[in-house]
């Protein structure tokens, strides 16, 4: 069980997003790994989500995953939990922001989805007191979760979906706000139709996103160049590369899976980087460049 650290806008380690914002949470609890990312993307919406869109937001969370970005969402039913685990089952990282205190559970049935977040290199977020425990949390739970990301999501949200409190929240703050539309006659989405007519960017592919967002790698546009490795490049930096992920890993454990000492592969994960095949993000964590298979 990871450690729970505690944190409020005077100490050092409270998130920077959260800290800048024009009402920062008086405190926040942290489980996992720390609220860094170069790319946060929210994916938000119904608790009585359909199959399809529960599907769609799976397929989409993996998507940002895969590419290195962290996936955002309020660890409710339906599509955020299916956006948690879409992340999770591409080996990505997802934050869970909670609208009560760490001392509660809500939903009950999502402990064991929470336990898998904070075991990392996902992160629980509680930006309330750990006994709190109310309806306000819901609207502030979604403040946060704008807040921390850098592009909102709208999978699936009906007339009086949770969602589109997050949705607004990030229009405030001027984030890109997009929105999966569906037929007129659905009535499950009929927030999310009043959003798209008030100017949401309507999203119909991840690829979308992805290129939006300056994610999309090489596997989804064809027209980008992969880098050649040097052919005199050490047996080292090649042992590495082929240790790094898709998404981020921490140094240590890059080093661990290619047999190497810490400061060798530090070393070879600097060459791989001045080659552009190694990319750095959060600090101390290495992914491969989207789309480089060697």
């Known amino acids: 069980m990871t450690a729970l650290v505690h944190l409020t806008p005077l100490e050092a380690g409270y998130p920077p997003r959260l800290?800048?914002?024009?009402?920062?949470?008086?405190?926040?609890?942290?489980?996992?790994?720390?609220?860094?990312?170069?790319?946060?993307?929210?994916?938000?919406?119904?608790?009585?989500?359909?199959?399809?869109?529960a599907?769609?937001?799976h397929q989409l969370a993996g998507a940002l995953a895969r590419a290195g970005a962290v996936v955002v969402s309020g660890g409710a039913v339906?599509?955020?939990?299916?956006?948690?685990?879409?992340?999770?089952?591409?080996?990505?990282?997802?934050?869970?922001?909670a609208?009560?205190?760490?001392?509660?559970?809500?939903?009950?049935?999502?402990?064991?989805?929470?336990?898998r977040i904070a075991s990392g290199p996902g992160t629980m977020v509680w930006p309330f007191a750990p006994d709190f425990k109310h309806l306000s949390g819901f609207h502030a739970r979604n403040r946060v979760l704008a807040t921390l990301?850098?592009?909102?999501?709208?999978?699936?949200?009906?007339?009086?979906?949770?969602?589109?409190?997050?949705a607004a929240r990030a229009s405030e703050a001027g984030k890109p706000l997009w929105v999966v539309p569906a037929a007129p006659w659905m009535r499950a989405f009929t927030g999310s139709l009043q959003l798209l007519?008030?100017?949401?960017?309507?999203?119909?592919?991840?690829?979308?996103?992805?290129?939006?967002?300056?994610?999309?790698?090489?596997?989804d546009d064809p027209g980008t160049t992969l880098p050649d490795l040097p052919p005199d490049l050490p047996a080292d930096a090649?042992?590495?590369?082929?240790?790094?992920?898709?998404?981020?890993?921490?140094?240590?454990?890059?080093?661990?899976?290619?047999?190497?000492?810490?400061q060798v592969a530090s070393a070879a994960l600097l060459t791989l980087a001045l080659e552009n095949v190694v990319v750095e993000g959060p600090p101390g964590f290495f992914r491969r460049t989207n789309g480089y298979k060697h």
């Open 19 to 53: 800290r800048a914002s024009r009402d920062p949470p008086a405190s926040i609890t942290l489980e996992g790994g720390p609220l860094d990312a170069q790319c946060a993307v929210a994916i938000v919406g119904s608790r009585r989500a359909d199959d399809a869109a």
């Open 149 to 166: 990301s850098d592009a909102v999501v709208v999978v699936q949200a009906g007339e009086r979906s949770g969602a589109l409190h997050a």
């Open 55 to 57: 599907a769609f937001a």
């Open 99 to 115: 609208p009560t205190g760490h001392g509660h559970c809500f939903p009950a049935s999502h402990a064991p989805l929470f336990r």
């Open 78 to 97: 339906g599509i955020d939990a299916a956006a948690h685990r879409g992340a999770l089952d591409a080996g990505g990282r997802t934050w869970a922001v």
């Open 197 to 219: 007519a008030a100017g949401a960017r309507p999203l119909t592919a991840p690829s979308e996103l992805l290129r939006a967002m300056s994610l999309a790698g090489p596997d």
């Open 238 to 262: 090649r042992a590495v590369l082929e240790a790094t992920p898709r998404v981020p890993s921490h140094a240590d454990a890059i080093a661990s899976a290619a047999g190497l000492t810490a």
